[in-house]
């Protein structure tokens, strides 16, 4: 489980979104208004972003209270393109920062950052995610977000957008009325999200798009992204269709 969020527009500081924000990532882990299985997220946090002009992001992961870290000292830093989340770590999974998202690869696309609003290696769904994996595919920690982001990229790599690979690994968890997962997906002009049982925001206007868990000040343009719904959004557009039918 975490709260989450993502950026994509012109440079802004990552420490608004991460700290300074009236309702930035660090208060939604610590006193979440909408988490629904959890009070706190205690289990360190993670931020990833492209600076201006960059090609590769940059990272931090910490196991780190994130509102006891003292030492984020990126803050300064603009991000054109930005993904974070704060951890409250899964059932049966370790506190290593390998498991905090966000998780980072290449992919046919370009570089990708991934995190997992939820629990997919619930009871009901944890031996068809995990079985839908290929063979060797190599994993450096214990999470079901690591597994996701896994078949995210075979997708992608095989030849689907990010959109329609994303959609795809929602059905592959095929969750029921027990689990919750929001998917979250990142590119240096892209974002694509999931909601299934988790709360998701979306602000969108001069030239930038902003989603996450929960809104992060009182702007009357955040929009709540329905229920079962595929967001895909660059800085000027957000498109919201059913994840219904998509496969």
């Keep these: 489980m975490c709260r989450h969020l993502a950026y994509v527009g012109p440079p802004r500081p990552v420490r608004d979104f991460v700290f300074d924000a009236p309702h930035a990532l660090v208060h939604q882990g610590r006193a979440p208004r909408e988490m629904?299985?959890?009070?706190?997220n205690p289990d360190g946090w993670g931020v990833a972003w492209?600076?201006?002009?960059?090609?590769?992001?940059r990272r931090y992961r910490t196991t780190t209270v994130m509102w006891d870290d003292t030492g984020f000292a990126?803050?300064?830093?603009?991000?054109?393109?930005?993904?974070?989340?704060?951890?409250?770590?899964s059932p049966n999974t370790t506190l290593d920062a390998r498991n905090n998202a966000p998780f980072l690869?290449?992919?046919?696309?370009?570089?990708?950052?991934?995190?997992?609003?939820?629990?997919?290696?619930?009871?009901s769904c944890a031996d068809r995610v995990k079985g839908a994996l290929a063979p060797g595919t190599p994993l450096v920690g214990d999470t079901d977000s690591e597994v996701l982001f896994a078949l995210t990229r075979e997708r992608i790599d095989a030849g689907r957008s990010p959109a329609d690979a994303l959609a795809a690994v929602h059905h592959v968890v095929a969750p029921g009325s027990e689990v919750y997962v929001n998917l979250l997906l990142v590119t240096p002009e892209q974002i694509v999200a999931t909601?299934?049982?988790?709360?998701?925001?979306v602000h969108t206007g001069t030239g930038a798009t902003t989603v996450a868990s929960e809104a992060l000040d009182p702007?009357?343009?955040?929009?709540?992204?329905?229920d079962a719904s595929l967001l895909v959004a660059d800085a000027d557009r957000v498109?919201?269709?059913?994840?219904?039918?998509?496969?």
């Design 105 to 123: 690869a290449e992919s046919r696309v370009g570089p990708l950052a991934f995190s997992l609003n939820g629990h997919a290696f619930h009871a």
């Design 195 to 201: 909601t299934w049982q988790h709360t998701l925001y």
């Design 219 to 226: 702007d009357d343009r955040w929009t709540r992204v329905p």
């Design 239 to 247: 498109d919201i269709t059913p994840l219904e039918g998509r496969t």
């Design 50 to 57: 492209w600076p201006p002009g960059a090609v590769e992001p």
């Design 36 to 40: 629904v299985v959890a009070k706190d």
């Design 74 to 89: 990126d803050g300064d830093d603009k991000a054109v393109a930005l993904l974070a989340a704060v951890r409250k770590a």
